[in-house]
T-cell receptor
């Protein structure tokens, strides 16, 4: 089954404690992206990757890092989480120009 | 830059009512347009798409037509069901960049 998986699905942490949210896709897509969803703001792009070792900032990259060492994986790293990063996070992959994106199930992060 | 504006909710309807959610966009070039749906507790799923002007996307009784002259992609369904209760997002894709509207929460009452 074609899918995008994320782990963990739920995470409660404290300010300053480094964390990683994993994302993996099995569709051999070159393009992957991270979004955060906040009430009234829709989805905002954090980082994206056009291919292995190629990443770039989206609209709200501050406080986040990513890496793309393999085509299927695109982890999101919060080196020093803060309460304003409490949000619902989605990973997505896309198979070609102008195509739709496939989304993971989401990770609900709470930073205390 | 590209942007999407969709009507604010929440929208509350009775079963079998007609649903319209307005969506307009600003973009350079020739973007593709999408409607995504998010059911409670789930991720986003593609509902329908249109890749060029005058295309009509349709799925599960929902329809939307890509109107370049009015830069619009309004979502419609003739007879909603309780199971259509969800958040609906209009989006456009320009190259690999996907831009979303703020989302419209729809609640259908039996």
């Amino acid at each position: 089954e074609a899918q995008v998986t994320q782990n963990p699905r739920y995470l409660i942490t404290v300010t300053g404690k480094k964390l990683t949210v994993t994302c993996s896709q099995n569709m051999n897509h070159e393009y992957m992206s991270w979004y955060r969803q906040d009430p009234g703001l829709g989805l905002r792009q954090i980082y994206y990757s056009m291919n292995v070792e190629v990443t770039d900032k989206g609209d709200v990259p501050e406080g986040y890092k990513v890496s793309r060492k393999e085509k299927r994986n695109f982890p999101l790293i919060l080196e020093s989480p803060s309460p304003n990063q409490t949000s619902l996070y989605f990973c997505a992959s896309q198979g070609g120009l102008y195509n739709e994106q496939f989304f993971g199930p989401g990770t609900r992060l709470t930073v205390l | 830059g590209d942007s999407v504006t969709q009507m604010e909710g929440p929208v509350t309807l009775s079963e079998e009512a007609f649903l319209t959610i307005n969506c307009t966009y600003t973009a350079t070039g020739y973007p593709s347009l999408f409607w995504y749906v998010q059911y409670p507790g789930e991720g986003l799923q593609l509902l329908l798409k249109a890749t060029k002007a005058d295309d009509k996307g349709s799925n599960k009784g929902f329809e939307a037509t890509y109107r370049k002259e009015t830069t619009s992609f309004h979502l419609e369904k003739g007879s909603v069901q309780v199971s259509d209760s969800a958040v609906y997002f209009c989006a456009l894709a320009n190259d690999y960049k996907l831009s979303f509207g703020a989302g419209t929460t729809v609640t259908v009452r039996a």
